[in-house]
């Protein structure tokens, strides 16, 4: 066993050039391939540690008639009247998640301390949230003793110290919002990070008879937002299909009005991740697609190896001859040199591991994912399985070539007749081409996407408007505020309303049209503005008059969407009939139609616009928007004048462009990943051509020097080299390109706006890679060429 080791060793250090490349190219791969194995098994983790999460579902509407239909959140009563009405059916919870909230820590005598801004960490749960989701950890009290009460918060570790320090956080308070007093009654462990549950901050749902939270009320069927979730942990016995029967008949029995546009759906915990159409973080497609790129990324080293080890095999002649002559048989060369292999392989894995936890801090930035660096007994188990898949996948036909050498023909210096076969070599550098070709081929479709995405007018202007979160303000208060901030040098104008036009999280209700009996069939998403929103934004009305300072407050804006949804003619058409709006506190307004706005997008353009009202409302206006002239920053006098009237609150400000540009993170970590895999697929095929051309102008090292004795140039035999290798070059891109266009179309046709696959990526793309492959041909075929004759044909 010894001398087989030592034998294998001597093989690689007689060939440094070799084992070097073969090592660098499998350990790029196999570093890739663990990265991406890291990220995919992440996310395939969330929610996973929950107890029995198989039986744990999330209540979501569907929305009949609308252009997105589907909703992630479900109207607050469901979840009350689902327990009350079907007991047996298990144990249900409602949440109301709430975004943007500002926290200030109380210190004795309740003395206003430390403001922290919470994005998303605050929500109000029922106690029976913590029997659903029972991985939860109490360190301090239980949900039955600590959440039954109002005003009372349960904290987890992490925000109890950051809150608190060291000190204990029990019976401390803590004002929300600067409009109600929380008392900490818990404290629970802090969770994992593979969770989309990323609640931190857990008020008492009792407290919501209190508080004008960030949602629907507690009794209104009639609307949606985003962040009410219900949750039902089933009964043992009880399946989905008994939940979604009993959702529709609590549908018939509280609200049957709302029949023909929602509907209560079921879904499940485990899939609440995957689910796009309900506001999930990745689809499974795209995990598919990363685990193939690092599939074929391996694939791309293997073909590496196969192409340098049939190549090499040629200079191994007669050391198989000499080996045949004394006694192996073809079966020890066959596995003499799988040994070899698994020892490169092996000695790639450890490179590739230290690669892959030196690249993986980038992977995290890039992705905004807290990929954890797995290296458990399955992830052990995963790189033995990619070890052996090289070793053998890659060994086997150089192994077969080198054990198929006649030991006779290869003593007397003749060349073994079928060393790799030409034509064999050829198909294994077009394949590596062709895989180079698609990967940038997909870097540049996807980047020119989103080039668009982000150049493209969304439907409003974005540069220079900054939006600010802004408690309400009384009118006459708002009035002063607006005339103050818009005095203030550098600013162009000033306007409230619930938000942006870009908007993440969305509210909708039912609305009537021209006094219908019935509801329509599609929900609105509706947008409190006052007369300046319009103008600030660039938003453009296609028919009828804009809001005004005298306009009512009962009259309403709809934009394209919603007229044309409602079939009754062109635009202008319903300019002047009536709408019966739903608002938030179950009441009807009704009032005239005043004119219809152009469509954008409001979530950006990879989504159609969704049908929208804007009408007037003061008690709704949660943002204030500031327009800057050209080239200004934010005044400071800006924030100055705000913190007059908001002392107690915390002034964040928001560039609207960063906002926009943030609809589009998904895609732009699809990029970052697709952009790494084709560096690391270029990176091995350079490696490979030039370890492939060095081994073949090595053995052709007589004919170059023959050639130039007879009068020769160095750039004609450059030329033959090159043109070789450039005729599989366009082979490769035959190949490639049908097929990356279609995978490409089908990523495009997911997006409601997206760039035609035109000639000049391809052509972009195929120059990319030719450039590299002949720079790195044309090299290293130089530097032979350059070789003085006398010492080529001494070459043996």
Same mark, same amino acid.
């Given at each position: 066993m010894f001398s087989h080791l030592t034998h294998l060793l001597r093989t690689l250090r007689h060939h440094p050039a070799y084992s070097a490349l073969n090592v660098l190219g499998l350990a790029l791969a196999l570093a890739c391939s663990l990265l991406l194995y890291w990220l995919v098994r992440?996310?395939?983790?969330?929610?996973?540690? +929950?107890p029995q999460s198989a039986r744990i579902y999330r209540l979501v509407t569907d929305v009949a008639g609308g252009s997105r239909g589907y909703h992630p959140g479900i109207p607050t009563p469901v979840g009350p009247a689902l327990r009350h009405d079907f007991p047996g059916l298990g144990t249900v919870a409602m949440s109301i998640g709430q975004e943007d909230q500002l926290v200030q820590v109380l210190g004795p005598g309740r003395q206003p301390g430390t403001k922290y801004a919470e994005p998303y960490a605050i929500a109000f749960v029922e106690p029976e949230y913590f029997a659903v989701f029972t991985s939860y950890r109490w360190l301090v009290g239980s949900a039955a003793q600590t959440l039954r009460q109002p005003f009372s918060v349960v904290l987890t570790q992490r925000l109890a110290r950051q809150y608190f320090g060291g000190a204990n956080p029990l019976g401390r308070r803590l004002r929300l919002n600067n409009q109600i007093d929380l008392t900490v009654t818990g404290l629970l462990a802090d969770i994992p990070d593979n969770t989309d549950q990323r609640y931190g901050f857990f008020i008492s749902y009792p407290t919501l008879l209190h508080y004008g939270h960030s949602g629907t009320p507690l009794t209104l069927w009639e609307g949606v937002s985003s962040q009410t979730h219900g949750w039902v942990r089933l009964a043992p016995g009880r399946t989905p299909a008994q939940l979604e029967h009993a959702l529709l008949a609590l549908h018939q029995r509280h609200h049957p009005t709302s029949l023909p546009t929602y509907r209560y759906r079921v879904l499940p915990l485990l899939e609440q991740h995957f689910a796009m159409d309900y506001d999930g973080t990745i689809a499974r497609s795209t995990l598919l697609i990363l685990s193939c790129i690092g599939g074929l990324l391996l694939l791309t080293a293997g073909v590496n190896f196969v192409n340098l080890a049939t190549a090499q095999a040629l200079g191994r002649g007669r050391e198989?001859?000499?080996?045949?002559?004394?006694?192996?048989?073809?079966?020890?060369?066959?596995? #003499? %040199?799988?040994?070899?292999?698994?020892?490169?392989?092996?000695?790639a894995a450890g490179t590739g591991l230290v690669l892959a936890y030196a690249a993986l801090p980038g992977l995290r930035e890039w992705t905004n994912t807290p990929i954890p660096h797995w290296l458990d007994g399955r992830a052990w188990l995963f790189l033995a399985g990619l070890v052996l898949f090289l070793t053998l996948g890659a060994g086997w036909y150089p192994g077969r070539v080198l054990a198929g050498?006649? @030991?006779? &023909?290869? /003593?007397?210096? #003749?060349? @073994?007749? #079928?060393?790799?076969?030409l034509w064999v070599r050829r198909g294994l550098v077009v394949a590596q081409l062709a895989l180079s070709q698609s990967f940038t081929l997909?870097?540049?479709?996807?980047? &020119? #996407?989103?080039?668009?995405? /982000?150049?493209?007018? @969304?439907?409003f202007a974005t540069s220079g408007r900054v939006v600010v979160p802004t408690p309400w303000?009384?009118?006459?208060? &708002?009035?002063?505020?607006?005339?103050?901030?818009? &005095?203030v040098p550098g600013v162009a104008g000033v306007t409230f309303g619930f938000d942006s036009p870009a908007v993440g999280t969305t509210n909708t209700s039912y609305f009537s049209y021209d006094r219908r009996a019935l509801n329509?069939?599609?929900?609105?998403?509706?947008?409190?503005?006052?007369? +300046?929103? /319009?103008?600030? %934004?660039g938003l453009q009305l296609v028919a009828g008059q804009p809001l005004t300072a005298d306009s009512k407050p009962s009259s309403f804006l709809l934009n394209e969407t919603a007229a044309r949804m409602l079939g009754v003619g062109p635009p202008a058409?319903?300019?002047? +009939?009536?709408?019966?709006?739903?608002?938030?506190?179950?009441?009807?307004?009704?009032? @005239?139609?005043?004119?219809?706005?152009?469509d954008w997008r409001l979530q950006g353009l990879q989504k159609e616009p969704l049908p929208m009202v804007l009408f007037h409302n003061p008690g709704e206006y949660r943002s204030i928007t500031v327009q800057l002239a050209p080239s200004a920053t934010l005044p400071l006098a800006v924030r100055t004048t705000w913190e007059r009237y908001f002392p107690r609150y915390l002034f964040a400000p928001l560039r609207l462009d960063e906002r926009v540009a943030s609809f589009y993170e998904r895609e732009q970590t699809q990029l970052a990943i697709v952009r790494l895999a084709a560096l690391t697929a270029i990176a091995i095929g350079c490696l490979g051509l030039y370890g492939l051309v060095a081994f073949i102008t090595q053995r052709r090292a007589r004919e170059i020097g023959i050639r130039k004795v007879m009068g020769a140039r160095p750039w004609q035999i450059m030329a033959s080299f090159v043109g070789e290798f450039a005729g599989l070059l366009a082979v490769a891109f035959v190949v490639a390109a049908p097929l990356t266009s279609w995978l490409m179309q089908r990523w495009l046709d997911q997006f409601a706006t997206h760039i035609s696959l035109r000639p000049l990526l391809f052509g972009v793309a195929l120059a990319a890679t030719a450039t590299l492959t002949l720079l790195t041909i044309g090299y290293r075929t130089l530097r032979a060429a350059l070789v003085p004759p006398a010492r080529a044909l001494r070459a043996k």
């Open positions: 992440f996310h395939e983790s969330f929610d996973t540690y +929950h198989i001859g000499v080996r045949r002559t004394v006694g192996a048989t073809s079966r020890g060369i066959f596995w #003499q %040199f799988l040994a070899e292999t698994l020892l490169l392989v092996l000695l050498f006649r @030991p006779a &023909q290869v /003593l007397k210096g #003749q060349t @073994p007749g #079928q060393a790799g076969g997909g870097v540049l479709v996807m980047y &020119q #996407q989103l080039s668009v995405w /982000l150049d493209t007018n @969304p439907g303000l009384a009118g006459a208060a &708002q009035a002063r505020l607006r005339a103050e901030l818009a &005095q329509e069939k599609f929900d609105v998403t509706r947008l409190a503005i006052d007369d +300046h929103y /319009l103008a600030v %934004f058409a319903v300019i002047g +009939h009536e709408l019966g709006l739903n608002s938030r506190s179950n009441d009807v307004a009704y009032g @005239p139609i005043v004119g219809v706005v152009r």
